[in-house]
C-alpha cells in the first residue's frame, strides 16, 4: 500500500509560478515510475508529466511542456512539480499517482494509486 499526499497549490496570478510536492509513504519509492495529472472543472483527468524511477527520463504533455518540469528526490520519497508562466487554463485540482509497473505513459489506468489532489487556480 503507496500513500500520495499532494502539497504547494494555491492561488497564483498568470505568468506566476508554483512548486507542487508529493510525498509517497514507504521505502520503496525509487522503485516505481510517478506522475502528475489534472483535472480541470467539467473535464476528464489529463495527463500533465511523468518521470522514471531514477529520475533520467522525463515527459510531459505539450500543453505543458516548456513551461512545467517535473524532478524527484528518492531520499526524500517525494515528487515535485515545478510550474512556471501559468496560465488561466492551468486552472485544475492537480494529482500525483504512482506508475503501475514500468509504465510512464499518458493513460491514467497505467498508474494504480493516487494522491487526494491540490488546487491550483490561475487568475486573468
Known amino acids: 500500500q503507496v500513500q500520495l499526499v499532494e502539497s504547494g497549490g494555491g492561488l497564483v496570478q498568470a505568468g506566476g509560478s508554483l512548486r507542487l510536492s508529493c510525498a509517497a509513504s514507504?521505502?520503496?519509492?525509487?522503485?516505481?515510475?510517478m506522475g502528475w495529472f489534472r483535472q480541470a472543472p467539467g473535464k476528464e483527468r489529463e495527463f500533465a508529466a511523468s518521470?522514471?524511477?531514477?529520475?533520467?527520463?522525463?515527459y510531459y504533455a505539450d500543453s505543458v511542456k516548456g513551461r512545467f518540469t517535473i524532478s524527484r528526490d528518492n531520499a526524500k520519497n517525494t515528487v515535485y512539480l515545478q510550474m512556471n508562466s501559468l496560465k488561466p487554463e492551468d486552472t485544475a485540482v492537480y494529482f500525483c499517482?504512482?506508475?503501475?509497473?514500468?509504465?510512464?505513459?499518458?493513460?491514467?489506468?497505467?498508474?494504480?494509486?493516487w494522491g487526494q489532489g491540490t488546487q491550483v487556480t490561475v487568475s486573468s
Open positions: 499517482a504512482k506508475g503501475r509497473g514500468a509504465a510512464t505513459g499518458p493513460y491514467a489506468q497505467e498508474y494504480d494509486y
Open positions: 518521470i522514471s524511477r531514477s529520475g533520467g527520463r522525463t
Open positions: 514507504g521505502r520503496t519509492f525509487d522503485r516505481y515510475n
